[in-house]
């Protein structure tokens, strides 16, 4: 069965330091999704993506935050000058069409000391 | 105040018993997603529901939409349904982006 894959599965950074999450979604699904779990909190949806574009980001998603789709199979998420805060695990998420079943990878923990 | 509010937050069930997680919402939907989220984290896609009930195996899901409410059942529990359930919603006044919006999930434990 299709699944999402995300790598790597734990980065550990310094703080300031920039790093790139990377997903795989589904071969044949349009619509991308980052969410973020801080330890013990609920998930939290970050950006979503359509046709090359963001179609809608949170508050949490400022101007650290950026994704790309720099070829035809991957999704990245780059957080540009980590902070402690940002210290959670992110989930990158797939669907065929919008408002439909998401299909979400295994997650990345990121650790920023 | 969350959107998406969970009861109850933790549960833990004797195998075999029948459980029910529940969740209401304050705002307008197009659609309510259930998921499971193992001990290692991942997270499964349950039921997407916009009306009505779904069964899938020992799952049953079921919203009333009037009512801004939705249950998730388990019948005949087994402790590999220990997890955490997390309802989350699809507002109807989403900016296209068709972002889920969390509950923050009620954590079940099925002893034997």
């Known amino acids: 069965e299709p699944e999402v894959t995300q790598t790597p599965s734990h980065q550990v950074t310094q703080m300031g330091q920039e790093v790139i999450l990377r997903c795989v979604p589904i071969s044949n699904h349009l619509y991308f999704y980052w969410y973020r779990q801080i330890l013990g909190q609920k998930v939290e949806f970050l950006v979503s993506?359509?046709?090359?574009?963001?179609?809608?980001k949170s508050e949490i998603f400022d101007d650290q935050f950026s994704v790309e789709r720099p070829d035809g199979s991957n999704f990245t998420l780059k957080i540009r000058s980590t902070k402690l805060e940002d210290s959670a695990m992110y989930f990158c998420a797939s669907s065929w069409s919008a408002g439909n079943e998401q299909y979400f990878g295994p997650g990345t923990r990121l650790t920023v000391t | 105040k969350n959107e998406v509010e969970q009861s109850p937050q933790n549960l833990t069930a004797q195998e075999g018993e029948f459980i029910t997680i529940n969740c209401s919402y304050s705002v307008g939907i197009s659609a309510l997603h259930w998921l499971q989220q193992h001990p290692g984290g991942g997270i499964v896609s349950l039921f997407m529901l916009s009306s009505g009930k779904k069964k899938h195996g020992r799952l049953i899901a079921t919203i009333n939409i009037q009512e801004k409410h939705s249950s998730l059942h388990i019948t005949a529990s087994h402790p590999r349904d220990s997890a955490v359930y997390i309802c989350?919603?699809?507002?109807?006044?989403?900016?296209?982006?068709?972002?889920?919006?969390f509950g923050k999930g009620t954590s079940l434990l099925v002893t034997p």
């Open positions: 993506f359509y046709n090359n574009e963001i179609s809608e």
């Open positions: 989350a919603v699809i507002p109807s006044n989403s900016n296209s982006g068709y972002a889920l919006n």
